[in-house]
């Protein structure tokens, strides 16, 4: 499932510089100035009052996992982000951002998360009563289910 449902989202901001720094630091094989320069976007995130920025330094946070060792806590990042990007989508009512939450716990293969965020979604879209926003949350739920581990998606 390597590529997202519904478009990449890198939105540019006043993270933007720091992750390009980022990614030159992991060209240059410099893990230390990697982390920081990932460090500063994540910290220019979550100062800005949106969710866009946050899921675009998650997604970031996961090419640290180029360098041997990261991996764990490149996830471990990454999940906390998603999850704090979840929880502002959720409170300024964007459906948007709840399902591109919903997805990035999909790639991580976090699929009781994705349930959660899915049920997020559908009380979002019910709140609208747009018959289209409701029937986009139900297909999109049946597409990131299709990526489940069998065992797992009678949940999603």
């Not at 510089?17 to 910290?43: F, V």
Request: glycine share 8%.
């Amino acid at each position: 499932m390597g590529r997202p449902m519904f478009g990449k989202i890198e939105t540019l901001g006043p993270w933007t510089a720091h992750i390009q720094a980022m990614d030159q630091a992991l060209k240059s094989n410099d893990p230390g100035e990697s982390i920081r320069a990932w460090r500063q976007a994540y910290s220019s995130a979550l100062s800005h009052p949106g969710w866009l920025g946050l899921l675009t330094v998650a997604n970031a946070s996961l090419r640290l996992s180029a360098f041997p060792g990261l991996a764990r806590d490149a996830a471990a990042r990454a999940r906390e982000t998603y999850w704090i990007a979840f929880f502002r989508a959720r409170q300024q009512r964007s459906l948007n951002g709840v399902l591109h939450a919903a997805e990035a716990f999909g790639l991580l293969g976090d699929y009781s998360t994705v349930e959660q965020c899915m049920r997020v979604a559908e009380g979002l879209a019910t709140r609208t009563g747009d018959t289209e926003e409701m029937d986009r949350v139900r297909l999109i739920g049946a597409r990131l289910c299709d990526h489940a581990p069998v065992e797992e998606r009678s949940a999603v």
